[in-house]
Antibody, heavy 120, light 108 residues
Framework: EVQLVQSGAEVKKPGESLKISCKGSGYSFTSYWIGWVRQMPGKGLEWMGIIYPGDSDTRYSPSFQGQVTISADKSISTAYLQWSSLKASDTAMYYC?????????????WGQGTLVTVSS | EIVLTQSPGTLSLSPGERATLSCRASQSVSSSYLAWYQQKPGQAPRLLIYGASSRATGIPDRFSGSGSGTDFTLTISRLEPEDFAVYYCQQYGSSSWTFGQGTKVEIK
């Protein structure tokens, strides 16, 4: 069974750094892209970027380029999303999701989400 | 970047009624790369439709998708209580994904 399990909720202060994770299981982790999607409180879904753990090829949405870093450690089947200096506007739910070519690059599996709260 | 605009923002209907949701793209989208998702409060989105009209695994046949080019539609033939949720369209192109802003289907 394919599963994406994300790390737990975080409460941080502005200016702090953060790295959240997404562990894949039940499939070949290095053979599928993993993406990150932001959902701000009461708002819609925004694609942030994506990584191919097999070779760490990474693509970013223009809206998030330079704002976050996506990485992966294939030895432990885990993808990461990190910030070097959080802002209050980074408060959101963050989902990892796996896109699949055979279904038109749709996100067919999703993590449970990680809630990030940034407040002084 | 292709912008997806969904309408209406909110649809107020009763169980048993038909729901018609629209997704309009700022430029032509390949039908192969247009999808619909359902999201309920406190849950991750769930894939409903891919390739504009193909139902994902386990999705009931009351959900159907149609359209091409810049205009796409999600239809729920008869609303069940569990269908009241927010629905998003999504497109893929040039190694980039975009979502519409969502349509909330609420109980009237």
């Amino acid at each position: 069974e394919v599963q994406l399990v994300q790390s737990g909720a975080e409460v941080k202060k502005p200016g702090e750094s953060l790295k959240i994770s997404c562990k894949g299981s039940g499939y070949s982790f290095t053979s599928y892209w993993i993406g990150w999607v932001r959902q701000m409180p009461g708002k819609g879904l925004e694609w942030m970027g994506i990584i191919y753990p097999g070779d760490s090829d990474t693509r970013y949405s223009p809206s998030f380029q330079g704002q976050v870093t996506i990485s992966a450690d294939k030895s432990i089947s885990t993808a990461y999303l990190q910030w070097s200096s959080l802002k209050a506007s980074d408060t959101a739910m963050y989902y990892c999701a796996r896109p699949r070519y055979s279904s038109g690059w749709t996100f067919d599996y999703w993590g449970q989400g990680t809630l990030v709260t940034v407040s002084s | 970047e292709i912008v997806l605009t969904q309408s209406p923002g909110t649809l107020s209907l009763s169980p048993g009624e038909r729901a018609t949701l629209s997704c309009r793209a700022s430029q032509s989208v390949s039908s192969s790369y247009l999808a619909w998702y359902q999201q309920k409060p406190g849950q991750a989105p769930r894939l409903l439709i891919y390739g504009a009209s193909s139902r994902a695994t386990g999705i009931p046949d009351r959900f159907s998708g149609s359209g091409s080019g810049t205009d796409f539609t999600l239809t729920i033939s008869r609303l069940e209580p569990e269908d009241f949720a927010v629905y998003y369209c999504q497109q893929y192109g040039s190694s980039s994904w975009t979502f519409g802003q969502g349509t909330k289907v609420e109980i009237k």
